[in-house]
Structure formats: structure tokens, C-alpha cells
């Protein structure tokens, strides 16, 4: 009782888990506030999803264990000015995007006219063992690579000096006796850059692979991808997105398997720099900016229609609001109120009962409604307002304008209540069809996040493109994006039939084009389900049983899919800046 507990110290907390067992994870204490004479802590359990943050009574703390915070070492300060410190700013940001690299030490200064002659003496060409002097071509190369390292990775990927391609690889590393060709060096990126070298070792984990396809990394930068040198040939025995994949029969006789012989390049890369994804993206959040507001829940609960929900994270909703027991949310409008009397009296006046925009799809109770954020901007908002509870890694941008949103309604005889909803950008540059997505969280884990996923696919086999998620995706979202890239492909896969007895053969291009699935998801998607093989020459694709009966499975229990019949949808170019 003696000890206070203070924001940012550390210990272990008591919750339930899902099993409903005690457990004592530790826990970082993010907030204090105290309540009718009680003190309440802000705990954020440490290797846990932001969304299990809650506040706890002192009796859940384990005082025994607790860490408080360290304290930061004083900078020194230069010539003994106050607030004035020895490194530049530049230089702290080298340290940081270097991964701890160190900065060149900088040579002190002369003071009398005869350590100038010295210094004079020694840049002429004898250079001091602890301070080399930099020729003018070293020190354009380290300003260079100093502007690399501390441009924010905003727009277009800017192309890196030229340097080996060992630092970041995004072929599945192979044991030395496995016999398989070397990757492609030639400037199609989507080709070349991307294709995976076939693996015998264990499964790798999905995060892995993640990773791997997504060159991403959590703070905000982008690794970017090694762009290949231009003008050198590529080898013969490589292998590109438009070689043929055959499929075996080697295993088992249920097992069917896909091969690739080599085949022509295919011409959809213009320029050989592989474009990073955008993490300052049309709505990905920017991590630099944390603070510990946006960190902390600021609303209990949201009653929406029948539901109450419990939101997950922060959102941006008026301060005076945010004190409420309850939010209350018009379910068709989703306009916010501070009371029961005032939700009461606004649904005497709104006359909307379904979402604002065109209806482009229904089949059953299912309905999809498209919604331009120019046209209905309110709606838009407060769409987006209700979305942050649930999205983590997006900010949330008033202006709407250059976003479409594709909400999903069940119907019933009050309306067309609101089930979940994705947004995207009116032109991508990218090929992102989409930038957040959302399933609200009492509908969860019913299959409609799948159906989301497989209209925002349709819209793009419509338009005539291959498309992609925004990066990067929270972790329900790649859990989602897994699955249906997963049963998608393999439904493709078991589908085909053999010619002439042979085995049947498909190229990623063509899974690519059938599917409207973007081709580094749809490898990313084979190297997480371990399909890729090399064998004798080729690269096959081998579905064991396993893979084949866990298929079944999983589309037995799919009963929700889009009816392409359905959809009455005529895409737009918005090129033309008219039409916004």
C-alpha cells in the first residue's frame, strides 16, 4: 500500500483467458485515474493485442513483481549550453533506420592556428587513422545513402544505390542440396523479384511468409525490394510467373499436382523497381505520431440497433462524448447522440433505412450498397468514425472524397441493417481494391468476412484488375485474406482437368487473371500452403491429401458466395476528375 504505482511501470496483471483460467500476464500500467476514493489503472498487457486493454482494480495487481520505469540518461550537452546536444537530428535518424548502426565520429575542430596546419597537412593526403578523410566521390555515396536512410517512405519507392541483394530475399531459403535453379535478375519485377525458390525444409510459419511478401516492417518504413540491374540476361533455367505449373498425382492417387516448363516473360512490369507498399497509404495509420490518448479506449460502449459493442481501440469522437456510459449510433444513418431521449427523437426524423448510395447487389436478405465519400460525406464520416473502434492500424481521414465504400446490409422488415464494409480509393495506383474492411464484431466468425473479400474481387474481375488488400493488414484481416486466397487457389487447382492423359498444367498469370488476385498474393499464398515443389526440372505444385480433404472441409462449411448474376455494377474512370 505504501508503494505507488505510477504510468509506465510494469506488472503482472490477473485475467481470464479463453479457457476462463486465471492467468498473470505481465502488463504495462498506461494510466491512473481514481473514482469515488478508488484507484482504477489503464493496463495494456504486454505481447497482447491492443484490444484486450481494460482497466483493473489495485486487487488484480501483482505488487510483488513490479518494475518501474528506468530512467533515461541525461544528454550531455555541447560546450555546455543548455538544451543544445552533440548529435544532429540527422544522425539520429541514421541510427535508427540503420538498425543500430553507429554514426561516422566526428573529428574535433581545430582551435590554434597549429592544429590547423596539422589538419591542413593531414587532408593532402595523409589521412589520421582515426578520422579518414572522405574522397569526393565516398562522400557523395555517404550522403546518398544518408538521404536513403532518412527519406520518409512516402509515394514511389525511391531506387537504392547499388548494392548486393543479400539484406532482404524474398525467395524461402533453401538447403544446399537441394537442386534449384537461381532466382531471375531481369527488370520484370512482378516476375523476377518475386518468385519463390521451391522449399523441402518444414512449413514455415504464416507470419513468415507475411513478412516475406510484404517487406513489411511495424514502424511505419517499408523494406524496400533490391531492384535488379538492368542489362543482364536472364538465365535459362529460371523461372517466371508465366511458366506453366503442372499438377502430380505422385502421392496418392486422390493427390492431383501442377508443372512449370519454361515459358516466355511475361511484359507487365514497365520499370524494374518492385513499388513497396505505400504505409502512408490512403488510410494507413502513421505509428511516429502514438501518443498515450490515442493509445487509451475513450468509449465504453456503442449501442447500435440492437447490438451493444464493446469497442477494441481509440477512436476520434467528439471529447464531450466520449465521458458516456453509452454511445448511441442511429443504425441507419450511423449519426452519434449522447442519450436514449435524443436517439428516440432523431429516428422520429430520419427517414433513411437503408445506406445512403446505390444498392449494386442482392440475393437473399445479402445486399451490398455503394457509397461515393464526395456524395455523401456525413455518412462517410461517422462510417469511418464507427470503423476505428475496430481498426487498429488505420487513421481516420475527415476528407472522403476520394474513397468508395461498399457497405454489406441483412435485411429485415425494419431496414437493411448494417453488417460490415470495405473502402477504396477511387484510383489506385497500387492496384489496392481495398483500404479498410471491416466486419462488425456480432457478426464475426458467420462467414461474412469471407463474402467482403470475395465482392471486393468481383468488383475487380468487373474493372478488369488484379487487386490487393492495403498493407498492412491487422491480424483478423490477414487470418481472412489466408483463407480465401487459400480455398480460392485450390479450388482452381482441383478443378482442372487433365488433356491427353497428361497432367494438367496452369500458369500463376493465369490463376492470377482467373481469380483477379494479385500475383505476389496468390505465391505468397503457395508458399504459406508449402505447394511449391522442384522436382526432375520443373516446378510442380503437389496436393496432398491433407491439403485436399481440409479443402472439403472448409467449402462445406462456406455457405455465404457471391452470385456474380447478382451484381449490377458499371465501374467508372475516375481519371477524369468530372466524375468526382
Given at each position: 500500500d505504501t508503494v505507488e504505482i505510477i504510468e509506465g511501470c510494469r506488472l503482472p496483471v490477473l485475467r481470464k483467458n479463453q479457457e476462463n483460467e486465471d492467468e498473470w500476464p505481465l502488463a504495462e500500467i498506461l494510466s491512473v485515474k481514481e473514482i469515488t476514493g478508488r484507484k482504477l489503472y489503464y493496463v495494456h498487457y504486454i505481447d497482447f493485442n491492443k484490444r484486450l486493454d481494460e482497466w483493473?482494480?489495485?486487487?488484480?495487481?501483482?505488487?510483488?513483481?513490479?518494475?518501474?520505469?528506468?530512467?533515461?540518461?541525461?544528454?550531455?550537452?555541447?560546450?555546455?549550453?543548455?538544451?543544445s546536444r552533440p548529435s544532429s537530428p540527422e544522425r539520429d535518424v541514421v541510427r535508427a533506420a540503420g538498425a543500430g548502426s553507429r554514426p561516422t565520429p566526428r573529428p574535433p575542430q581545430p582551435e590554434t592556428p597549429a592544429e590547423q596546419r596539422a589538419l591542413t597537412e593531414r587532408e593532402k593526403g595523409q589521412s589520421s587513422p582515426d578520422f579518414p578523410v572522405l574522397q569526393p566521390a565516398q562522400r557523395k555515396s555517404l550522403d546518398l545513402?544518408?538521404?536513403?536512410?532518412?527519406?520518409?517512405?512516402?509515394?514511389?519507392t525511391v531506387p537504392t544505390p547499388k548494392r548486393k541483394a543479400e539484406s532482404v530475399s524474398l525467395a524461402t531459403q533453401v538447403?544446399?542440396?537441394?537442386?534449384?535453379?537461381?532466382?531471375?535478375?531481369?527488370?520484370?519485377?512482378?516476375?523476377?523479384?518475386?518468385?519463390?525458390?521451391?522449399?523441402?525444409?518444414?512449413?514455415?510459419?504464416?507470419?513468415?511468409?507475411?513478412?516475406q511478401l510484404g517487406s513489411l516492417t511495424t514502424n511505419g518504413t517499408a523494406r524496400r525490394l533490391i531492384p535488379s540491374q538492368p542489362g543482364r540476361k536472364r538465365k535459362a533455367n529460371c523461372v517466371g510467373t508465366d511458366e506453366i505449373i503442372k499438377v502430380f498425382q505422385n502421392i496418392a492417387?486422390?493427390?492431383?499436382?501442377?508443372?512449370l516448363p519454361p515459358g516466355e516473360d511475361s511484359q507487365d512490369s514497365s520499370d524494374g523497381i518492385p513499388s513497396a507498399p505505400r504505409m502512408t497509404g490512403s488510410l494507413v495509420s502513421d505509428r511516429s505520431h502514438d501518443d498515450i490518448i490515442t493509445r487509451m479506449k475513450n468509449i465504453d460502449c456503442i449501442e447500435l440497433g440492437r447490438h451493444r459493442l464493446k469497442p477494441w481501440y481509440f477512436s476520434p469522437y467528439p471529447q464531450e462524448l466520449t465521458a458516456l456510459p453509452i454511445l448511441y449510433l442511429c443504425e441507419f444513418c450511423l449519426k452519434?447522440?449522447?442519450s436514449l431521449k435524443c436517439l428516440q427523437r432523431h429516428l422520429t426524423k430520419c427517414n433513411l433505412r437503408h445506406p445512403p448510395g446505390n444498392e449494386i447487389y442482392r440475393k437473399g436478405t445479402i445486399s451490398f450498397f455503394e457509397i461515393d465519400g464526395r456524395k455523401n460525406k456525413t455518412y462517410s464520416q461517422n462510417?469511418?468514425?464507427?470503423?476505428?473502434?475496430?481498426?487498429?492500424?488505420?487513421?481516420?481521414?475527415?476528407d472522403t472524397d476520394p474513397f468508395l465504400f461498399y457497405v454489406m446490409t441483412e435485411y429485415d422488415t425494419k431496414g437493411f441493417h448494417i453488417v460490415g464494409y470495405f473502402s477504396k480509393e477511387k484510383e489506385s495506383t497500387e492496384d489496392y481494391n481495398v483500404a479498410c474492411i471491416l466486419t462488425l464484431p456480432p457478426y464475426q466468425r458467420r462467414g461474412y468476412g469471407k463474402l467482403l473479400i470475395e465482392f471486393s474481387y468481383e468488383l475487380s474481375k468487373v474493372e478488369g484488375k488484379t487487386g490487393t488488400p492495403e498493407k498492412p493488414l491487422s491480424d483478423l484481416g490477414l487470418l481472412s485474406y489466408r483463407s480465401y486466397w487459400s480455398q480460392t487457389i485450390l479450388e482452381i487447382l482441383m478443378d482442372l482437368k487433365s488433356d491427353n492423359g497428361e497432367r494438367p498444367q496452369i500458369t500463376i498469370n493465369e490463376i492470377s487473371e482467373i481469380t483477379?488476385?494479385?500475383?505476389?498474393?496468390?505465391?505468397?499464398?503457395?508458399?504459406?500452403?508449402?505447394?511449391?515443389?522442384?522436382?526432375?526440372?520443373?516446378?510442380?505444385?503437389?496436393?496432398?491429401?491433407?491439403?485436399?480433404?481440409?479443402?472439403?472441409?472448409a467449402m462445406q462449411k462456406r455457405h455465404l458466395r457471391i452470385d456474380p448474376k447478382c451484381l449490377h455494377f458499371t465501374p467508372k474512370d475516375w481519371s477524369k476528375r468530372g466524375k468526382w
Open positions: 483493473v482494480t489495485p486487487d488484480r495487481l501483482d505488487l510483488k513483481k513490479l518494475q518501474f520505469p528506468k530512467k533515461e540518461a541525461k544528454t550531455p550537452t555541447k560546450n555546455g549550453l543548455p538544451g545513402s544518408l538521404q536513403t536512410a532518412t527519406a520518409p517512405s512516402r509515394g514511389k538447403s544446399p542440396a537441394t537442386p534449384v535453379p537461381s532466382l531471375p535478375s531481369s527488370t520484370e519485377a512482378t516476375q523476377a523479384s518475386v518468385y519463390p525458390a521451391a522449399t523441402f525444409g518444414p512449413k514455415s510459419s504464416g507470419r513468415e511468409d507475411h513478412e492417387p486422390r493427390c492431383p499436382s501442377v508443372y452519434y447522440l449522447k462510417l469511418c468514425l464507427l470503423a476505428k473502434c475496430f481498426l487498429d492500424h488505420k487513421t481516420l481521414y475527415y483477379s488476385v494479385k500475383k505476389e498474393d496468390v505465391i505468397s499464398t503457395l508458399q504459406y500452403l508449402n505447394l511449391i515443389n522442384y522436382y526432375k526440372g520443373q516446378y510442380i505444385l503437389t496436393l496432398s491429401e491433407d491439403i485436399v480433404e481440409g479443402h472439403e472441409r
